[in-house]
């Protein structure tokens, strides 16, 4: 085992430094006293660090920093219970003497198994200190680890011989939390006298000072436990939020998982801009972590939007799709076709006029032909795209004249004004109906989000998610905001919303599309400030279309770029 060196380390919150090595090769800890207002004073300070930690790994080497100042300690070991209450885990080891530091922040693990507090056969392991003082919950003083026959201490010999150091004093102590069950325990090596720095005996005084900082820390401990569940439960809500939407639209779902993802990308090479009206965009780690919440909720309010309208992959389509319903209407055209050519036969041949016949037959033919081609239009049209042209939809109102007699003997017009509106919708599929259906989504999704008592650091989720499709020339949607009106972290989310979009291969009416066609769309966008421009640049420059595509995209999408062709985009 190789020790990680450190000459000086500070723990800035609890204002206190270890220093290097004194004249005896042992540490010198500056606030150690035995006068007992001044113990209580640093208690009180170490609790107040203690309270303001949020990092469970600082905060557990911290309480360690903690009781090996409080009690003067050259070294100690931390352990926490895992959840199966039937191991200790090492979370953090130091040793000042060897400059030994291991787990917590340090970002060195400790190389050593869990402890197990049982043995294969289910009794209690009592042979460690750690486990006995875990399993008898007492606190427990070795003076001499070496005369010491009621536990085994061969670990301990083998270390001493590995480095060259001498175990001697021990104090080891479990940490309670609030419902009085065993949360960890410390352990702490060889006490040292203040004035000399030789190794000590751990006195009665030293015993309760320990337990009462093990208190204080089991709270903190606690605490942050608690928080860390309560997040782990926040964002595992969230999760669930977005498997619904996954099983009740498997198109929106993955769009719901991709977005935070390309969110987070698209911040942190904003964040690095030093270009632009991004050079002031400077968001710290808690507000890229609001962001990406609000990136996993953006699309929250489509829980309740039909599944026929979210899963439109097609015009005609509603709980099926309709155009199965024109070709059964072409085939009776046909059918209409095919008795009239047989009529024609048979009054040829009444009139005895067999000439005529051929005629009768290229009419019937022709006919045939042009049936299949106007099927074929629909069939075309009903397939939503980027626009339709107004030739198209002409074409489409000439078929919708067409007569066509129904089950019912009535005869009718070829399309409903219904089906002719869907098949010349311009762009997409959705009709301006069920796109009003669809925008509604972005008002639900704020009433959703507003609703909920959003801690201070999360305030501006509702804001975020409900604003990413607000575009800055002002056309977005639902309340048209420009871009003074709009929060970075909004336009952020929209531009993330747009290129996943475009991209996505899993759309019910559209595979996905090549980068390098993307990105022109997406230039003219930005040119249009219909998504801001100023993002698009850093999208393009910091490569983040490519970082994503690789990690998301299929390989056959991923095209040749030449980014200095890119509209709106200048290298």
């Known amino acids: 085992m190789r020790p990680s060196l450190r000459g ?55 309480i360690l920093i903690a009781a090996q100042s409080l009690l003067n300690a050259d070294g100690g070991t931390l352990y926490s219970l895992e959840e199966d209450s039937r191991h200790l885990r090492f979370e953090a080891l130091r040793n000042d003497s060897l400059q030994l530091y291991l787990g917590g922040a340090t970002g060195t693990a400790i190389p050593f198994a869990p402890i197990p507090l049982y043995d294969p056969a289910g009794q209690p392991n009592t042979g460690m200190v750690v486990t ?56 702490l090596i060889n006490a040292l006298d203040p004035e000399t720095g030789q190794v000590r005996t751990f006195a009665p005084a030293d015993r309760r000072l320990a337990e009462s900082l093990a208190s204080q820390a ?42 935070p993802i390309l969110t987070v990308m698209i911040a942190e090479a904003a964040r690095r801009s030093e270009r632009g009206r991004l050079k002031d965009f400077r968001p710290t780690a808690e507000e890229l972590y609001e962001l990406r919440i609000a990136g996993l909720l953006h699309d929250c309010g489509k829980i309740v939007t039909p599944v026929h ?30 008795i009239e050519l047989l009529k024609g036969r048979l009054a040829a041949l009444e009139r005895g006029d067999p000439a005529a016949t051929p005629s009768l037959e290229q009419r019937f033919r022709k006919r045939l032909t042009a049936l299949a081609d106007d099927r074929e239009h629909l069939r075309r049209c009903n397939i939503g795209g980027e626009s339709m042209r107004p030739e198209d939809q ?7 004249a067409y007569r066509w007699t129904g089950p019912d003997g009535r005869e009718r017009p070829f ?21 009003a259906i669809i925008e509604e989504h972005v008002k639900l999704t704020q009433r959703l989000l507003d609703t909920l008592p959003w801690p ?66 997406l230039g003219r966008m930005a040119e249009d400030h219909r998504i801001d421009p100023d993002l698009f640049d850093v999208f393009i420059r910091e490569g983040v279309w490519l970082q994503y595509a690789r990690q998301y995209l299929q390989p056959e999408q991923i095209d040749a770029v030449d980014v200095s062709r890119i509209p709106g985009y200048t290298p």
Request: net charge neutral; proline share 5%.
């Open 456 to 521: 201070k650091r999360l305030r501006n989720v509702p804001e975020y998610a409900g604003n990413h499709h607000e575009q800055p020339d002002g056309g977005g949607y639902p309340r048209g905001l420009r871009q003074q009106e709009l929060a970075m972290q909004a336009r952020i989310i929209g531009l993330a919303d747009v290129f996943e979009a475009l991209t996505a291969r899993d759309r019910p009416y559209k595979p996905g599309k090549p980068l390098s066609e993307v990105l022109a769309i």
């Open 218 to 259: 089991a709270i903190a401990l606690t605490n942050q436990q608690l928080i860390d569940q309560l997040q782990r439960l926040f964002e595992s809500l969230i999760e669930l939020i977005n498997v619904a939407l996954d099983q009740k639209s498997p198109y929106t779902g993955a769009h719901c998982q991709r977005v």
């Open 8 to 62: 000086v380390v500070i723990i800035s919150k609890l204002r206190f430094t270890l220093p290097r090595s004194g004249k005896k090769g042992l540490p010198m800890h500056p606030f150690h006293s035995r006068d007992p207002l001044q113990c209580l004073e640093q208690l009180n300070r170490i609790g107040i660090a203690l309270s303001r930690e949020r990092d469970t790994e600082k905060l557990l080497e911290t």
């Open 309 to 338: 309208v979210v899963d439109k992959a097609t015009k005609l389509e509603t709980l099926f799709d309709r155009i199965e319903l024109v070709d059964t209407r072409f085939e009776v055209l046909k059918r209409d076709a095919e």
């Open 132 to 187: 006995y003082a875990v399993l008898h919950d007492t606190t427990v003083v070795i003076d001499d680890a070496y005369a010491d026959q009621t536990f085994d201490f061969s670990g301990t010999r083998l270390f001493d011989r590995q480095t060259g150091y001498r175990s001697r004093s021990f104090l080891t102590v479990p940490m309670k939390n609030h419902e009085g069950r065993i949360i960890g325990v410390f352990q």
């Open 415 to 435: 399309l409903s004004e219904e089906e002719v509106d869907n098949l010349c919708i311009v762009k997409g599929t959705l009709n301006p109906k069920e796109r």
């Open 394 to 400: 002409d074409r489409v109102r000439w078929i919708a």
